[in-house]
């Protein structure tokens, strides 16, 4: 059998690799001092640093939507404070995953192009357009929403 044969798909060996990982962690050692880093700025710079293809969309809410959330994070922080802010984390990334996939969720035939997507709690009722993302309601999943779609309101 030849070496060539053993060699894998990318055609570095193994001492090939472990050589590039070094110079790697080497050019990390002298690229500064060490800083302490704030990993909100760090995800703002890199989703404006995304090439275009991979840019996410713009989100959009619907005046309701801003009634909705002030609502829910009143009703929450009385009984959890923790619980309140992280209904809204977990919101943000509900919100990334959809501006990168938009079209997620279960189509609403009944509305105009609308879309649902469950965040615990909470069913998130959204369009999506060449424009990006457009939040209609966060309704609250305790209430009979089923219903609410059926009678086209």
Known sequence: MSKKANRPRDGKTGAAKLKALRQEVQKGLDSGPSRPLNMEEVKRQARRRQTPDCQ?????????TEE????????????????????LDAL???MQLLTASPGLGRRR??????FDIP???Y?????????G?????????????????????
């Open 123 to 131: 069913l998130i009722v959204y369009r999506a357009d060449d424009d």
């Open 92 to 94: 943000d990334r509900r």
């Open 133 to 153: 993302i457009e939040v209609v309601r966060v309704l609250d999943d305790a209430r009979d929403i089923g219903a609410l779609f059926r009678d086209g309101q």
């Open 56 to 64: 996410m969309t713009s989100v959009r809410w619907h005046p309701l």
């Open 68 to 87: 909705d959330l002030i609502g829910i994070w009143l009703r929450t922080f009385s009984e959890n404070p923790t619980l309140a802010d992280g209904f």
């Open 109 to 114: 035939p009944g509305l105009a192009h609308a």
């Open 119 to 121: 965040i615990p709690g």
